[in-house]
């Protein structure tokens, strides 16, 4: 198991002698009553909503390895869509939402805005992009193919394909090949899985192969991917957290280190590749992770 920093453990003492002392002020009032904390409910779990990619279920475990070890809160991991987040997160059955990718304006305005029971947390620290992506080898071997002018010259080396993941992907592919008059037809892959192992075929095998991907995403780190030009289509995205009102209120230092947690999208792929490249269990990613970044991992307690 990793050892904590001395930075770290100077921060468990500390929280330790606040707990000391406050159990001390507690027995003066409880100890003598029959009873006295036996039987004291356990504190309710933090929801943290969890949305089904590799980069969010890596920012929970993160998250929720440092909250359980370092401040001793339970924690939940709530699985649910993008869609479903927000209305959660605004009923309260969820507390903490780590990744807005801002695809569901409409609902940020609705629950921020309008009703107010959500509040922004602030930055993830990672910027987000979508775009078309094709294999470097492929890429370097025909240069023009990533101008989306000259890919109706490519149509059929890549089967006339613009490859999806999940059905249920919100895309604007069909959209982007109408109106660039492309003879392309998007095609679901079935699932995100399938996806990330067409693309890693192709990748390692420099086969012609045009997908919808993002970034960031941990097949990055094993294959080379180069994004074809798009006018405009899919902007960069700045990642952003939000909390349900009344946590962000109540929820004290728990709160301060969810507003202070912030990383890069290098530090994300590599707790997303430990769990979905490697099969690792998202607690022993996280506490690997942890291990080798201790001045970081000190910088959000504090």
Known sequence: MPRPSPRIRRLAARRLLAAGGALGLICVSACDVPGGLIGADEPEPIRIAVTDWPGARANAAVVAYLLEEELGVPIEKVETEPAAAWAELGEGTT??????????????????TQRGDVVGAGELGITGHVGWFIPGAFAEANPDALNWRNLND??????????????RFATRDEAIIDELGLE????????????????????AGGTPLLAYFWQPHWLATKVELAEVELPGYYPSITLRKYLNAEFAEEGGEVVDFLRAFSWSAEDQNA????????GMTPRAAAERWVGENEDTVAAWLE
């Open 95 to 112: 507390q903490v939402l780590l990744e807005d990718w801002g695809g569901l304006p409409e609902l940020a305005r609705l629950h921020v």
């Open 154 to 167: 490519y149509a059929e080396q890549l089967g006339g394909t613009v490859l999806q993941g999940d059905p």
């Open 184 to 203: 392309l037809t998007a095609v679901a892959a079935g699932s995100e899985d399938a996806l990330v192992d067409e693309i890693y075929q192709a990748g």
């Open 271 to 278: 707790v997303a590749e430990l769990i979905a490249g490697q």
